[in-house]
């Protein structure tokens, strides 16, 4: 079977007038890359969808090909279908040998809510901090798999309560567009959804922190279900707070 990839373009993104770079131009894919059995563009939105034709058995993503951005502000509005699970992944690197896989940090999100805004470590340290939740991970050993317990990094360290972890959720409306938004300095990685902080982590583990790498979003493993994102900006910041 030949799978047609989406289109590269090397090009730099115009900006707007606050400074952040323009990732998508809302007409074409130009830039990214990834499976067009599950991306397109409509309506200047970008669509992640999967139907009842086309499930997946792992899951997959739409890489931006612009950069590998270590400090940043990236912002960008989402809308999710019933049954949707996605999530906006950065600082991250390719699989070898699994097409369009990422490694890394993910901001993730799905329409229960029961993931939304909470740091997940894709094929890495799993969750790492969940919604509502202030955390240091501290340096460990090598082997992962010895860390992990139902799918959490048992080694993190909870050092503060953000909030009451269900109240953002009562300003978000998956049928309507939300701003998802990641700020990433040195090794500090915060993620915002509609201006309301949701979860904060420090990474001090020097051997499985990432400094900089890929952004990408995801269709995951699940039954049928469509994300949408428009108005993807970044803005490279210094490391430095």
Not at 90 to 96: A, C, K, L
Not at 148 to 165: E, G, K, Q, V, Y
Request: with cysteine; glycine share 10%; net charge negative.
């Amino acid at each position: 079977m030949i799978v047609c990839l989406l289109t590269i373009v090397a090009c730099s993104e115009p900006t707007d007038e606050d400074g952040y770079q323009l990732l998508f131009n809302g007409q074409d894919l130009d830039g990214w890359e990834g499976d067009p059995t599950y991306w397109r563009v409509e309506n200047g939105e970008m669509i992640g969808e999967i139907t009842p034709e086309t499930v997946v058995d792992r899951n997959t993503f739409l890489i931006w090909r612009g950069g590998r951005p270590a400090d940043f502000d990236l912002r960008v509005e989402y809308r999710l279908s019933p049954d949707a699970n996605s999530g906006i992944n950065y600082r991250s690197e390719e699989v070898e040998g699994v097409p369009f896989a990422l490694r890394g940090y993910q901001g993730d999100m799905n329409y229960a809510g029961t993931y939304t805004g909470m740091n997940y470590e894709e094929r890495g340290r799993t969750t790492i901090a969940r919604r509502g939740e202030k955390v240091v991970l501290p340096p460990v050993g090598d082997t992962l798999d010895d860390f992990i317990l139902h799918n959490r990094w048992a080694p993190r360290r909870i050092t503060d309560t953000l909030s009451d972890p269900d109240a953002p959720l009562r300003g978000i409306n998956p049928d309507q567009w939300n701003e998802y938004r990641i700020l990433a300095r040195g090794n500090r990685l915060q993620h915002f959804i509609n201006d309301t902080l949701l979860s904060d982590v420090t990474d001090e583990d020097p051997v499985h922190r990432r400094s900089e790498g890929l952004i990408g979003v995801q269709v995951h493993v699940g039954p049928p279900m469509q994300v949408r994102f428009r108005n993807w900006r970044l803005r490279k910041i210094d490391g430095e707070e």
